[in-house]
């Protein structure tokens, strides 16, 4: 059976104030060959649910998925190269959008993949069947700078909205070619039943 998932993820660095989630219209660590990889993974297929800020700050329209864009004003609403919607919902909440898309992609799991408060609405609501949430550690030395966010989760609010759901799975994966990033870990919640 399909599911409902919200993929995503966070950096840490030494501070923890917060975790950083964006930076002027992309992604704080930049380009990360490893999470794209498991981002691709996790949304095989998958219809993607995304704020406008999420659907513009793409590069383009992601292969082999359906885009749909949550706008209330639905303006100027194209990826960075030029790609437009399959839908845009202009109206009626997250909750409806998600069964609309069930409802006509029947086969397909739906995947919330950001921007910040609609995933935390998705997360506090148990509309989703299961968070992914990736973790990206960044810095190595001890007085390198942070990582540079403009949209970013308080821990507790991070930690609040994710403890609704069961740490069910637990991957770690060490990446030694990047600077840039450091380790990755992948943790996977599923609702309580
Ligand atoms: N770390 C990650 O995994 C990750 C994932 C995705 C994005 N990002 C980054 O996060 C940043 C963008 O996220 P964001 O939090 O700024 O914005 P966002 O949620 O993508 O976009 C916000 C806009 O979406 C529309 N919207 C959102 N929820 C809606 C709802 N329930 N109903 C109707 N319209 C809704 C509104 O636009 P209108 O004004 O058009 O109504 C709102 O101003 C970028 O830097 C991006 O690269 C990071």
């Known amino acids: ?3 409902v998932k919200a993929v995503f993820a966070v950096g840490h660095d030494m501070y923890e104030v917060d975790y950083a989630f964006g930076y002027e219209q992309g992604l704080p660590w930049g380009h990360c ?32 998925r ?9 303006q100027r609403l194209v990826t ?3 790609n437009t919607a399959d839908y845009i919902i202009h109206g009626g909440g997250l909750s409806a959008a998600i069964d609309v898309m069930k409802a006509t992609h029947p086969d397909r799991d739906v995947c919330l993949i950001g921007g910040k408060w609609l995933l935390l609405q998705a997360i506090n609501n148990t509309l989703v069947d299961e968070v992914v949430v990736t973790h990206i550690y960044g810095h ?11 949209v970013s989760f308080t821990v507790p609010e991070f930690c609040e909205a994710v403890l609704k759901y069961e740490l069910t799975d637990f991957k770690i994966q060490q990446i030694e070619s990047n600077e840039r990033v450091r380790k990755i870990i992948v943790d996977r919640h599923t609702k309580k039943a």
């Open 140 to 150: 190595h030395a001890y007085n390198a700078p942070a990582f540079k966010r403009d």
């Open 33 to 64: 060959k490893e999470d794209l990889q498991n981002f691709k993974a996790e949304t095989a297929n998958s219809v993607l649910i995304m704020g406008a800020n999420t659907f513009t700050s793409l590069p383009g329209k992601l292969p082999g």
């Open 1 to 3: 059976m399909s599911k």
């Open 66 to 74: 359906v885009h749909c864009v949550l706008s209330a004003s639905g």
């Open 80 to 82: 960075k190269n030029g």
